[in-house]
Nanobody
Framework: QVQLVESGGGLVPAGGSLRLSCVAS????????MGWFRQASGKEREFVAA????????DYADSVKGRFTISRDNAKNTVYLQMNSLKPEDTAVYYC????????????????WGQGTQVTVSS
């Protein structure tokens, strides 16, 4: 089991930036893909971005391409989500998650989840 702890959420005006962090501990060797998901109030959880620990290959939801950047620091077991040009529709609870497989970015592919961090973008 991988333990994940997110941080970095907060309140920011539209057009602003935030950087989320996710520190992984425990059986981290069992997490090949790290992902960020978000869930807005009254909506289903949706994929935001993913990165592979090995090689650093990334994937993004169309809604965040060009604005968000996912990265990882293997030495620190930490994954980041740099969010720029934030919009009110980015408001959600953001979750970090770990997928033990070599592929898959559906929420059901991820077996370990953090507690979430709230991001609120004011208009």
């Amino acid at each position: 089991q991988v333990q994940l702890v997110e941080s970095g959420g907060g309140l920011v005006p539209a057009g602003g930036s935030l950087r989320l962090s996710c520190v992984a501990s425990g059986r981290t060797f069992g997490s090949r893909i790290m992902g960020w998901f978000r869930q807005a109030s009254g909506k289903e959880r949706e994929f935001v971005a993913a990165v592979m620990w090995s090689g650093g290959r990334t994937d993004y939801a169309d809604s965040v391409k060009g604005r968000f950047t996912i990265s990882r620091d293997n030495a620190k077991n930490t994954v980041y989500l740099q969010m720029n040009s934030l919009k009110p529709e980015d408001t959600a609870v953001y979750y970090c998650a770990a997928n033990p497989a070599w592929f898959g970015t559906r929420s059901t592919d991820f077996r370990s989840w953090g507690q979430g961090t709230q991001v609120t973008v004011s208009s």
